[in-house]
C-alpha cells in the first residue's frame, strides 16, 4: 500500500506542477524583458517620433519653397478700392 500512495502523491504533484506551468506561462509571456517598458509607451515614443519626423520635412519642405520664390507685395483689395485722386482720407 506503501508504494500506490507515494504513486498518487507523484501523480498529484506533477499535475499541480503543469498546471502551475500552464497557467504561469501567458504572464510570462507579457513581460518584455528587452526594454522594460509598457507596449503602451512604446507606442507614445514610436508616434512621437514620427510626429517630429513630419515636423521636420514640413519644416525643411517650407524652406524650400519660401527660398526659391521672393516675396512679392499683393493687394487683393486693390480693384475694390478707389482711386487715390480724391485726395480725401479717413
Known amino acids: 500500500m506503501d508504494d500506490c500512495h507515494r504513486v ?4 498529484t504533484l506533477l499535475a499541480a506542477a ?3 506551468a500552464i497557467l504561469a506561462n501567458p504572464g510570462y509571456a507579457q513581460l518584455n524583458t528587452k526594454s522594460g517598458k509598457d507596449p503602451l509607451e512604446l507606442k507614445y ?3 512621437k517620433r514620427e510626429r517630429e519626423d ?3 520635412s514640413y ?7 519660401r527660398g526659391n520664390a521672393p516675396a512679392a507685395k499683393r493687394d487683393p483689395w486693390a480693384t475694390v478700392r478707389p482711386s487715390d485722386s480724391g485726395g480725401t482720407k479717413r
Open 8 to 11: 498518487i502523491v507523484m501523480r
Open 18 to 20: 503543469i498546471a502551475t
Open 45 to 47: 515614443e514610436q508616434e
Open 54 to 56: 513630419i515636423d521636420k
Open 59 to 65: 519644416a525643411d519642405t517650407m524652406k524650400r519653397t
